[in-house]
């Protein structure tokens, strides 16, 4: 499960930057910071990946999930803040 | 359903003008401001006195959960129309993106203006990214900010790009009442 959904966190970023451009998005690996102050996304592009994550992720998984809460939008420890806390994140709510 | 309000600055009571002024106040969003000086009370309730009556501005406190979480405004300025907006730091990302975008329409639909415009300072990368999103533009180079700006018709195409499309597909969740 870890690995499917580590793909498709990935997947979705490579299609997200086909708009966005940016250079430091062209070879997202585990490690490639997703919002704070080192990352390149800016809030609207974040919350744009994260809608399109989780229709993905539904389908791929057959269960209805929301990762663009309250909760997790506002947290301090965002689950966002790279591929790999968001894949961990995912598949906890996949195990609810 | 989430509910968003938007209440103008004049219907605010003291309090909440006083919460308004210590979100402005903080550091982190005077460094993001043309105008990094600390605003007080009194000031501010006579310049908010001033609003009264006048069309060509509107300033709104921005209240989510019951709590004052930002505020958004328009005002015309040389024969152009302007809009800013600021939040708290830790207040949800998807509440930062979807106000902004019920803004920009209701702006161009109260306002019918053809151009508006936004002053961002050059540092602030981040945020010009984020503007960049609705379609706004670089218009003019000042000192130390950029005046960019969108039309009606710019602003409508970016919606319907897939990046902003998701966006505003989750404002049905949302209900924004004006006050």
């Known amino acids: ?96 | 359903m989430n509910k968003i309000i938007l209440k103008r600055f004049e219907h605010l009571s003291i309090e909440e003008n006083k919460k308004l002024l210590s979100i402005r106040n903080k550091e982190d969003i005077r460094n993001q401001s043309l105008n990094k000086s600390i605003i007080d009370l009194n000031s501010h309730l006579k310049w908010v006195e001033n609003l009264k009556g006048d069309f060509k501005k509107e300033y709104y406190a921005i209240i989510y959960s019951g709590q004052i979480v930002g505020a958004i405004n328009f005002f015309e300025v040389n024969s152009t129309m302007k809009w800013g907006v600021y939040f708290k730091e830790e207040v949800s990302l998807l509440v930062k993106s979807l106000v902004p975008i019920y803004f920009i329409e209701y702006i161009f639909k109260k306002t019918q203006v053809e151009f508006l415009y936004l002053d961002r300072l050059k540092n602030n990368l981040n945020a010009i990214s984020f503007d960049k999103n609705f379609g706004f533009y670089f218009f003019q180079e000042n000192n130390d900010y950029f005046t960019m700006r969108v039309s009606s018709k710019e602003f409508e195409k970016a919606k319907e790009k897939k990046l902003l499309k998701r966006v505003v597909k989750k404002m049905s969740n949302y209900s924004f009442i004006m006050e």
């Not at chain 1, 592009?45 to 506002?74: H, P, Q, T, Y």
Request: charged content about 30%.
């Open chain 1, 1 to 96: 499960m870890k690995d499917r959904i580590e793909k498709i966190v990935i997947d979705t970023l490579l299609e997200l930057n086909e708009e966005l451009e940016l250079k430091s998005l062209t070879a997202p690996t585990l490690k490639t910071k997703l919002y704070g102050a080192s990352s390149e996304l800016d809030s609207l592009a974040l919350v744009s990946f994260i809608a399109d994550l989780e229709e993905r992720v539904s389908e791929e998984f057959n269960k209805d999930i929301v990762l663009a809460d309250e909760k997790a939008m506002s947290q301090k420890t965002s689950p966002f803040r790279n591929v790999e806390t968001l894949s961990v994140y995912i598949q906890s709510l996949l195990e609810e």
